[in-house]
């Protein structure tokens, strides 16, 4: 099975899950299921067996490693996580339905509010070395930019991106990123 054969189902996986975590039957149980996730940071998922029920039902077989977790289960275990530091505290879900939409310009849309910090994150981040420190950062930015009212993500797109990272496509991934965080709307619109 190629990469391209296994994208579709990442997304198809998010947005079963999320839609799980924001069901009416779920009302009850959707801030217990983020608690869990939330204190999953910090663990290896081999120690985290509070979201083995939240996220477990939801993987096909043929994408459940058999030791360490698969690049398909780190994707959706970090976007997961992601996505509960970011309903932390609030009322409204940071979900944009763009699909076009990375996690660049989910950050270019609050760039003018604080610039020189999400800046300097943003660039330690495209730097990492390894999926882990890439990861690491990438929970910090989502902290700092989740209080900021216009900031909103595209979980699924996000989770794809984080599954080419792991399969040789981190600089595509960075470089894209990079651009939509970089570009300034309405600049040089008329050229």
Same mark, same amino acid.
């Given at each position: 099975?190629?990469? +391209? #054969?296994?994208?579709?189902?990442? &997304?198809? @996986?998010?947005?079963? $899950?999320?839609?799980?975590?924001?069901?009416?039957?779920?009302?009850?149980?959707?801030?217990?299921?983020?608690?869990?996730?939330?204190?999953?940071?910090?663990?290896?998922? +081999? #120690?985290?067996?509070?979201?083995? &029920?939240? @996220?477990?039902?939801? $993987?096909?077989?043929?994408?459940?490693?058999?030791?360490?977790?698969?690049?398909?289960?780190?994707?959706?275990?970090?976007?997961?996580?992601?996505?509960?530091?970011?309903?932390?505290?609030?009322n409204k879900v940071l979900v944009s339905n763009d699909k076009n939409k990375n996690f660049g310009s989910s950050?270019?849309?609050?760039?003018?509010?604080?610039?020189?910090?999400?800046?300097?994150?943003?660039?330690?981040?495209?730097?990492?070395?390894?999926?882990?420190?890439?990861?690491?950062?990438?929970?910090?930015?989502?902290?700092?930019?989740?209080?900021?009212?216009?900031?909103?993500?595209?979980?699924?797109?996000?989770?794809?991106?984080?599954?080419?990272?792991?399969?040789?496509?981190?600089?595509?991934?960075?470089?894209?990123?990079?651009?939509?965080?970089?570009?300034?709307?309405?600049?040089?619109?008329?050229?």
């Amino acid at each position: 099975m190629t990469s +391209e #054969e296994r994208k579709l189902p990442i &997304s198809n @996986i998010m947005f079963e $899950i999320l839609d799980f975590l924001n069901s009416p039957q779920e009302k009850n149980n959707r801030a217990a299921y983020l608690a869990k996730i939330r204190n999953s940071i910090g663990k290896n998922f +081999e #120690e985290a067996t509070d979201v083995w &029920s939240i @996220i477990f039902p939801f $993987i096909p077989p043929k994408f459940l490693g058999n030791g360490p977790l698969s690049c398909e289960e780190k994707s959706i275990f970090i976007t997961l996580q992601l996505y509960a530091i970011g309903q932390q505290g609030l009322n409204k879900v940071l979900v944009s339905n763009d699909k076009n939409k990375n996690f660049g310009s989910s950050l270019q849309q609050i760039k003018e509010q604080d610039s020189v910090a999400l800046d300097r994150r943003f660039n330690t981040m495209l730097t990492a070395t390894t999926f882990d420190e890439f990861a690491y950062h990438l929970r910090q930015i989502f902290r700092l930019a989740k209080s900021k009212e216009s900031f909103s993500v595209n979980f699924i797109k996000l989770s794809e991106d984080l599954f080419w990272y792991q399969n040789g496509k981190e600089r595509n991934i960075c470089l894209s990123w990079a651009k939509d965080y970089y570009h300034y709307a309405g600049k040089n619109e008329d050229l």
